[in-house]
Every structure is written in C-alpha cells, then in structure tokens.
C-alpha cells in the first residue's frame, strides 16, 4: 500500500520522550547511552532478533540506516531533542497494552517500507505492515502524543498512526484528528 500524503503539522520536538523526560533527560541519556536502550519489558536481544526475522522475510530489502538519510542537520536537531533518536527505528507502546512495539523502515532502491511489531511478553509478533513511499530521506519514525508517525522532520506531509481499541489495530488516523 503506497502511502497517502497527509496534510497536517507536526512538531517533530514534541515527540513523546520530551514531554515526560525533559526534567531528568541526563540521567535518561546516561541510563540509555548513545544509542537508547530499548524500555525494561523488551530485550535488546529479542528486537535484534525480530528485525533480523523481518529482514530475511523480505527478499530484496534491508534495513534502512544513515546512508539512507539525506538530512543530517535534521538528525542533529532532532537529536538535541531526544538523545539516541535513529530515524528509522522506533519504540513505544502504540497499542497501549504496557509492551514496548517496535517500528522500523526497511528499503529497497528509493522505496522506504514502514512496519510495526506488536510487543510480546516474549518478545515481538509478526511484522505489520503500515505502508510505502518513494523517499523518507527527510525524516523517519516519531511517537508523538501517543501515536506513531511517519514522515520528514517538521512536515505537514506525515501519516499518524493510532491504536483503534475496536478494530485492534493501528490505523491511519483520519486527516482531522
């Protein structure tokens, strides 16, 4: 599914770790080191191991990094923000259930592929995915006020994703919300 372009600002500061880290962001960049740790109830062992799943599920495509990137002022900022921020994997807990999910861009050629793992109590569930585009160069993966985003830094072009309790599943928010 080829993504649509959304019209709407985000504040790519006000990504969720900000809002409730700001005060004690030495202590949180000390504990998590350059890179970020992952949060207590997912192992760093069990998220290299499901990426590593997703990668080989995926013929053709690998698992974009900073030679990916084309806005590297744009992870500076970005990172002066949020320590450890990598714009192409992200974790939180979308679906609101006290586990930490993981979202990560694959690519191949100039397509970027976005995907969602659900938290597991041992770990990560199948990979789900949200969508493609041909050029996430500019940006990458933000939790922001609960929902997971995707798209360039301080864009008006993202797609929101929110946990539908209904449905029980991550939806692409509608324009307005």
């Given at each position: 599914m080829l993504l649509?372009?959304?019209?709407?600002?985000?504040d790519t500061s006000r990504t969720t770790p900000m809002?409730?880290?700001a005060p004690i962001m030495p202590l949180l960049a000390?504990?998590?080191?350059?890179?970020?740790?992952p949060p207590p109830t997912a192992s760093a062992t069990a998220e290299d191991a499901a990426v590593t799943r997703l990668v080989a599920a995926n013929p053709g495509w690998r698992l974009a990094d900073s030679r990916d990137h084309g806005d590297s002022a744009g992870v500076r900022r970005q990172r002066e923000r949020e320590p450890g921020f990598t714009?192409?994997?992200r974790r939180g807990d979308w679906n609101g259930d006290?586990?930490?999910?993981l979202a990560v861009v694959l690519?191949?050629?100039t397509i970027y592929r976005?995907?969602?793992l659900r938290g597991t109590a041992t770990g990560f569930g199948p990979a789900e995915p949200l969508g493609e585009t041909p050029d996430l160069r500019m940006g990458g993966l933000f939790d922001i006020d609960g929902a997971l985003v995707v798209g360039p830094f301080e864009s008006d072009a993202v797609w929101v994703w929110r946990w539908n309790a209904a449905t029980g599943r991550l939806e692409l928010a509608d324009d307005d919300t």
């Open positions: 649509p372009t959304l019209r709407r600002h985000v809002r409730w880290a000390a504990a998590c080191g350059p890179t970020g740790a714009p192409y994997r006290g586990l930490a999910d690519v191949r050629d976005a995907v969602w």
